[in-house]
């Protein structure tokens, strides 16, 4: 990833977060780990986490219903020419290192 795709992803996982933050019913804690451009900054992915877990595919589809108004959210905060298409998944990553730090901790 360049140097300018990490810092559009990064101001993009930001964005994510205070849109998150502020749509959200308060019945979940959606949290943005991280986010991926392509090389043509035409997409993105943002990753998200959410607890309590029980709540997770609830708030996930909360967050694919809004990616239209999270577009026109960052048309409105972003100075780039061109506003990427965006597409919301669960960071498996952080769930994985979740369950080992919860595995070496029971030991």
């Given at each position: 990833m360049t ?5 559009v ?16 019913n ?14 043509d900054?035409?997409r993105?992915?943002i990753?998200?986490?959410?607890l309590?877990?029980?709540k ?6 909360f ?5 239209k ?36 901790r029971?030991?």
């Amino acid at each position: 990833m360049t140097q300018r795709n990490e810092k559009v992803a990064n101001y993009i996982k930001e964005l994510a977060a205070r849109f998150l933050a502020r749509e959200n019913n308060r019945t979940s804690l959606i949290t943005v780990t991280s986010a991926t451009t392509s090389p043509d900054l035409k997409r993105t992915t943002i990753f998200i986490t959410v607890l309590p877990l029980s709540k997770e595919h609830t708030a996930f589809l909360f967050a694919k219903r809004k990616r239209k108004e999270f577009r026109e959210f960052l048309k409105k905060n972003m100075a780039t020419k061109n506003v990427p298409f965006v597409d919301f998944a669960i960071d498996l990553g952080e769930k994985n290192r979740q369950k080992i730090d919860e595995l070496l901790r029971n030991g």
